[in-house]
């Protein structure tokens, strides 16, 4: 959660996915409330949260999402990592980033917690 003078600012989550026998994080959601959005909380919250992943030894983090708001936290196609696009979803949107210099390749579908519905 982020907050700003006591107030809820905004809220990100990372959960649990599966990729081949590597697990990684996914992220989502990610939301800021309207009067504290463009001040770089969603841009905090993203980096806080790898800090804590890669603390946590998280080698990956995998988001579908914007392909103009992602990458400026280092996010690229998942493809690269050798992740493949789930169907029906542009390769654009579906992308990863690597947390660790020690991180193995990827390889494999990923396979979402069950509460996903994916
Ligand atoms: C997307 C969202 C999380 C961004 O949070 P934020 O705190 O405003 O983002 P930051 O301040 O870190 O970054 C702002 C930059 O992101 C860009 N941006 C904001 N919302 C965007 C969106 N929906 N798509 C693409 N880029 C976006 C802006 O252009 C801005 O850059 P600029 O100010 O240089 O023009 C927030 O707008 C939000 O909660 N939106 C509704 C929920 C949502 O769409 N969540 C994403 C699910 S994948």
């Not at 009067?35 to 990956?60: C, D, P, S």
């Not at 992308?95 to 579908?109: F, I, K, N, S, T």
């Amino acid at each position: 959660m982020a907050e700003e003078d006591g107030q809820l600012a905004g809220h990100i989550l990372f959960t649990k996915a599966q990729v081949g026998e590597a697990e990684v994080l996914a992220l989502a959601p990610l939301s800021v409330r309207p009067a504290f959005q463009r001040q770089g909380v969603g841009t905090a919250l993203i980096e806080e949260g790898h800090r804590i992943a890669r603390k946590m030894g998280y080698a990956y983090s995998i988001v579908l999402g914007s392909d103009s708001y992602y990458p400026r936290t280092g996010y690229r196609e998942a493809v690269h990592f050798g992740v493949e696009v789930p169907d029906g979803i542009p390769s654009a949107n579906f992308m990863a980033v690597r947390l660790r210099e020690d991180a193995r390749p990827l390889g494999g579908q990923i396979i979402y917690a069950e509460e996903f519905g994916m």
